[in-house]
């Protein structure tokens, strides 16, 4: 396995192989003069739908001969990637346990500010749905 995120061509745009950029979104690397110029030299738009990229883990599925060229992904492009990679359904639920994720960062700064605010632990824990036992933790941290 290899850490580097190739963006590669395929002959066919209705080729199953790789993600089309369009499934990621916009790239930071897609700025870059290493990427324009190598699009230059192969006489292709960014918006082709012949540009395709695959995670790292799955750089054996480049085509042999493609024409390719590693390019930087921070990790959140990363993981637009993988996602473009799953099947619908995973893809969701993906998508369901990001939201989580983003939505409990912080949570007990932000249940130490209302306690600390005046409202009452009972309040928190029917606000928010925690265990009043993280609602104590809060309150002590």
Do not use: K
Request: aromatic content about 2%.
């Amino acid at each position: 396995m290899t850490d580097e995120t190739y963006l590669f061509l395929v002959g066919d745009a209705a080729a199953p192989t790789g993600v089309p950029l369009a499934a990621v979104g916009d790239l930071a690397c897609m700025e870059t003069p290493a990427v324009r110029a190598w699009l230059d030299a192969q006489n292709v738009a960014a918006s082709s739908p012949r540009l395709r990229l695959l995670p790292p883990e799955e750089n054996a599925a480049v085509p042999e001969g493609a024409e390719r060229l590693p390019v930087p992904l921070s990790g959140e492009e990363v993981n637009r990637l993988r996602r473009g990679m799953a099947p619908e359904p995973l893809a969701r639920i993906e998508e369901e346990l990001l939201a989580y994720r983003d939505s409990s960062d912080g949570r007990d700064d932000l249940i130490g500010r209302a306690l600390a605010a005046g409202v009452p632990p009972h309040r928190v824990v029917e606000l928010t749905g925690v265990d009043p036992a993280t609602v104590t933790a809060a309150a002590g941290g």
